[in-house]
């Protein structure tokens, strides 16, 4: 066995030292020659018999030399090595032909790298937690409608965990973006720092250790605890300058002092798992005893025991559930937990637009292939005269089809070198962006695995487009081509009927490709079409601190104060505040007409922002009837709210709701004062149910968001509000204005970047179909020249020859998009779900495609058409 | 010339190179082939070029090692002298090679009804 690996050892050494090889073969052959005649004249021959004899006893030198050779060696790699010489001479040869088949590969595998490492990392890598297939999420109310729905309050949290046999650990964080804000002071300017509440256990569940310091401690989760935060590793960075010595020290949030504990590690990014697009700079402990009746205020988050498995877990909470809320009537409402993994939670709605992506790029490398292919076939046409000579030289079929294979595999490999060194720019910016909100983007890279299926792309890639030629020239009669200058004869027609179905193959899957495309844009232009009850252009929001000591009526005082003085601001049309916008953070609670009655499990909850007067002109949300908040309304004892027009349908069938009575969950009736139009809540898909606005003097905000309307640009915009709002408060954090638009812009990044990608890949597509075609007609009218030269001159117009040439592009490009269409119309229906109000036969779709890719099509062909036409009759027939 | 030369086997040439070695100490190819001639009677069809296959094959398995050196007659010529793991490797397959002919030779020796030697 040693000795097997160590004669394979010197076999591969000794390739690489052959010419030294050689010279000491030579050498030592020399010297036996010599040897050898000596003693032949020793035995008394003539000199000439000597030598004679001493050959005849060695035997053919070139033989033995050869013999040698492939004893010592690795014939296979001499003969690859030979190839692959030989392949760079001609391809060196034909330059223009090389940097065009590279440059196409390198399109179609780097952007195939690019987007496997996109689906690798968001839906195949496991999520980079330590078992992460353990971590369990779950969904509250069958995980329908806003986060209030799906969340948990504290009781059915801590008594879940308690009771629950299925999980080593149970833990909760509090998902509301935004509703744990503090500002930083003593750290430079004041910063406005993103918190997240979590239970004492949470990073022990993820199976997480701070990169420094400490976890928090059980008691530093108790009412009354001193308060304590752990930094996120960017944070710490950032703000700290990576200083070591914060652990331990105390930081001023919300003029509180709290103490550091711990650094977290650099690998765990929480947004990109839990808050994909948002920002968390701080954890903090969340007192379960202070937020006990806030309500449903709880993500739960398990890690199941090991042998577990979810359906078993899933099993248990079914029965335990109920028992709990037998157990607790105070709870409002009955739980139910829909679980599944929390990878699939993360990924699992991403899953078909990430495999209709993977597909649309595959498609693009079977065009590239396709592509290939017919480069290589007409390269092979001029080129058949070399292979003839090679072949009567004595090089096999085999050898000449290996020597094709070499080329087109040097072609891939080059491609895909070029190819990764696109990859990694693309997913490099995708790692660094900020306005494409999909989870674990920022951890997407090139990685081995993304580098493994490179390398298995391209070899496929290169035996696929290098088949067709070798098939090509082992049907060809080899000899026959010796004679053949190439043309006119069988042997190029039927490199024709091969390079035809090619290109028409070519067509049928571009074709493909901008329906799949074109459905998808429509979609997308569908939804950016939906009314979405507000109007984003000219509106920014500013997030804004003050100190209301939690007293409604002095909030009201201040934030009547902030929006008179900068209402007073030039270029500002409208200013209100609210404490969430739109598309950025929601919550419910309920809403009903408290003269109706409901059936049993009737949908009451309703969409609630808390808002000063004024908001509803400066977000542009139409009032529909009744009318705004007033200031005085404040003053009133009596509540007031305003409602959208779907809260009264539901609740006022047939009847206006202005003036009646409203009621929200366990408070005081409220009078409706106003209809509004539906405002979409978190996706501009989903249509909102019931909302409604209650004024910020009358119940507790979360948060202040001040939405102003001025057509005025950001940096004119934000010095000026910010130094008026810092006058009304200096601790007032330094933070920018939040164009609303982006808000827009934010929830639809993740279906506009699909569709961005699948276009980009349909354009490709469409390209390289027209020079496919383009190609191929280009190769046939030269073939054809004397033909058209006797046709000419036989009396055809040069309209005739032009109209000839165009059809018969004309007839390629149908078959390839009938072909096409029969097949769109099955791939329309498998992403019929990823459509937005667009039909998956969407006729308009189908006929601006067919005539779109008629048009290439035809000024594809046009050119050589127009060479055609122009074929002087005389120069063609005498040429040749 | 009614028997016609012996065919080598597959393997069997390396044998007998390190057979020679081990009997004559080092020695360079030439002699090598000619003293494999002269002890089989100039039965073995060798050509003596094939040996330089034969050589290469056992040095890169580590049972010869080769050195230039001047012959009796003063001419530089590449020397072969068998290596420890080469003296192993003779005496088994010298063990090898007399189980199998011994085993060979009473298969051969079997007798057909009527036709026996």
Known sequence: MIDWIREWFHRFGSFFRKPQLDRELDAEMVAHLKLAIEENLQRGMSPEEARRQALIGFGGTEQAKEHHRETRSLPVLEILSQDLRYTLRTLRRDRAFAAIAVLILALGIGANIAVFSVVNTILLRPLPFPDSQQL???????????????????????????????????TAFQPFWGSSEYNLTGHGEPQHVQAVMVADNFF????????????????????????????????????????????????????????????????????????????????????????????????????????????????????????????????????????????????????????????????????????????????????????????????????????????????????????????????????????????????????????????????????????????????????????????????????????SVLVVSEVALSFLLLVGAGLLLRSFLRILDVALGFQPSHAAAITIN???????????????????????????????????????????????????????????????????PGYLDAMGIRLTAGRDFSWQDAANTEGVVIINETGARRHWPGESPIGRLARGMGKAPDRVIGVVADVRVSSLETSPGSEMYLLVTEASPEGSELVVRSKLPSDVLTPMVMSTLRKLNPAQPATGFRPVEALVDHTVSPRRFFVMLVSIFAGLGLVLAALGIYGVISYSVTRQTQEIGIRMALGATAGHVLLGVLSKTMRLATLGIGFGAIASLAVARWISSLLFQTAPADPATFVIMILLLTGVAGAAGFFPARRASSIDPMVALRND | MAESKLDLLQGTLDLMVLQTLAALGPLHGYGIARRIEQVSGHAVLLNQGTIYASLVRLQQRAWISAEWGTSRNNRKAKFYSLTKRGRKQLSEDTAYWQRLSSVMGRILSMAEDGDSK
């Open chain 1, 546 to 612: 003050y100190d209301d000591g939690n007293d409604g009526a002095k909030r009201g005082v201040i934030l009547q104060e902030i929006l008179r003085q900068v209402k007073a601001l030039p270029g500002i049309e409208a200013a209100g505040v609210t404490d969430m916008l739109p598309l950025d953070r929601n919550r419910s609670w309920g809403l009903l007409n408290p003269s109706r009655s409901y059936p049993k499990d009737e949908d009451l909850s309703a969409i609630v922002r808390i808002v000063t």
């Open chain 1, 136 to 170: 369990t999420w779950f969904a509250g109310s069958h995980g329908q409608g806003p986060l209030s729905g799906i969340t948990y309050n504290v009781g059915s949290y801590e008594e879940f965990r308690r009771h629950n046999q299925s999980f080593q650990e149970v």
């Open chain 1, 204 to 499: 022990r569940t993820l199976g997480l250790e701070p990169a420094l310091g400490r976890n928090f401690l059980p008691t530093e989760c108790a009412k009354g605890a001193a308060p304590t935060v752990l930094l996120t590793h960017a944070f710490w960075r950032q703000q700290f300058a990576a200083d070591p010595a914060i652990v331990g020290q105390s930081i001023t949030l919300d003029n509180k002092a709290a103490t550091v504990v711990g650094v977290l590690p650099s690998s765990f990014d929480f947004p990109s798992v839990f808050w994909p697009g948002l920002r968390a700079d701080i954890f903090v402990p969340a007192i379960m005893d202070e937020i006990r009746d806030w309500g449903n205020t709880l993500v739960i988050l398990g890690r199941l025991k090991a042998g577990v498995s979810l359906a078993q877990a899933q099993a248990e909470a079914k029965a335990l559930l109920p028992q709990l809320k037998a157990a607790h009537p105070e709870w409002f409402m009955e739980y139910t937990a829909d679980m599944s993994s929390l990878k699939d939670y993360v990924s699992g709605k991403l899953r078909r637009s990430l495999i209709v992506l993977w597909c649309a790029v595959g498609l693009i490398l079977l065009i590239v292939c396709v592509n290939l292919s017919n480069l290589l076939l007409a390269r092979l046409a001029s080129r058949n005269k070399e292979f003839a000579v090679r072949n009567a030289l004595g090089a096999s079929r085999g050898r000449l089809i290996r020597q094709l294979l070499t080329e087109s595999l040097v072609l891939s490999c080059a491609g895909a070198l070029l190819g990764v060194g696109l990859a990694y720019a693309v997913t490099y910016y995708l790692a660094h962006q900020g306005s494409i909100v999909l989870p674990l983007l920022s951890s997407v890279r090139v990685d081995g695995t993304a580098l493994a299926w490179t390398l298995v792309l391209t070899l496929a890639v290169g035996v696929l487009f290098g088949i067709a030629p070798g098939l090509m020239l082992s049907g060809a009669n080899v000899q026959e081509n010796l004679k053949d200058a190439g043309r006119g004869l069988s042997e190029g027609r039927k490199h024709e009927v091969m390079r």
